[in-house]
């Protein structure tokens, strides 16, 4: 075969394929899509990290072009060059000191110029935040017309068996103007621990097993009618005895006294 006719193949009249030219193409495969990282307790490391493996099976240079991650919580690093037959890296952080309690899901996409279809993917690190003590309702609202003894009832949820409250206080945001000169109202309050339950009802009717069994359920009972003008807000401060946890603050509201 002559060097001319060693460069192209013809496959019909009028088409040429260029063997070294078409048929390289850059792959890229990752590991895994999604990690799970489980439970983040609220008193451990707030930053969780994660390393995504990414391997080019491709026959040309795979190009990441850019990591996008979906919120200011996230940040990632990433290999932006891996050579045919070579693996590299995205390394994803995410900080979730500000997270409040229960699931939690974030994502960064990845552009490179791999084939169409896998041009744009999405990566996942998923997992559960918990709380040193999970308060429900986190909003509290104190109405004018109850009655002493029922006022507001907070259920708190801990792996801490020991759990003592040491105080309960209405307090106002010491940076407003209008609330700064008022003081905190010292609350009354009783704490009992509920019964355990291992078990709950799923959607189905039949029994499952709670996400964290160790979970302790305290009700937080506290007995307090509002009796000034005007709505208030502020926070209902719960003091505990908790050294990682020595307050807990719920966002609530006095009711004003009918006219």
């Not at 240079?61 to 693996?87: E, F, H, M, Q």
């Not at 169409?116 to 308060?135: C, E, F, N, P, R």
Request: glycine letters at 8%; one cysteine or more.
């Amino acid at each position: 075969m002559s060097l001319r006719s060693s460069l192209y193949v013809v496959v019909a009249a009028g088409s040429v394929v260029f063997p070294g030219s078409l048929s390289a193409s850059p792959q890229i495969k990752i590991d895994s899509m999604n990690f799970n990282v489980g439970i983040v307790k609220e008193e451990n490391s707030a930053l969780v990290k994660h390393t995504f493996i990414v391997s080019n099976p491709g026959d040309s240079t795979l190009v990441i072009s850019n990591v996008r991650p979906g919120c200011g919580c996230t940040s990632a690093g990433y290999d932006s060059i891996i050579a045919p037959g070579k693996k590299g890296r995205i390394n994803v952080e995410v900080n979730t000191e500000h997270f409040g309690e229960g699931s939690f899901e974030k994502r960064v996409t990845v552009a490179s110029n791999a084939a169409k279809d896998a041009a744009v993917l999405i990566l996942t690190i998923l997992g559960v935040k918990q709380s040193v003590i999970a308060a429900s309702p986190e909003n509290v609202h104190f109405n004018a017309g109850a009655k002493r003894d029922t006022g507001v009832v907070i259920l708190l949820k801990t792996e801490r068996k020991n759990l003592e409250v040491t105080g309960v206080t209405f307090s106002f945001d010491q940076n407003d103007p209008l609330m700064s000169w008022r003081s905190s109202i010292p609350m009354p309050y009783t704490l009992t621990r509920m019964p355990d339950a291992i078990k709950e009802q799923s959607h189905s009717g039949k029994e499952a097993e709670q996400v964290n069994p160790a979970l302790v359920t305290y009700k937080l009972t506290v007995p307090y009618s509002p009796a000034q003008k005007g709505d208030l807000y502020g926070q209902l401060v719960i003091k505990t005895n908790l050294p990682d946890k020595p307050e807990l603050k719920l966002s609530g509201m006095l009711e004003s006294v009918k006219q």
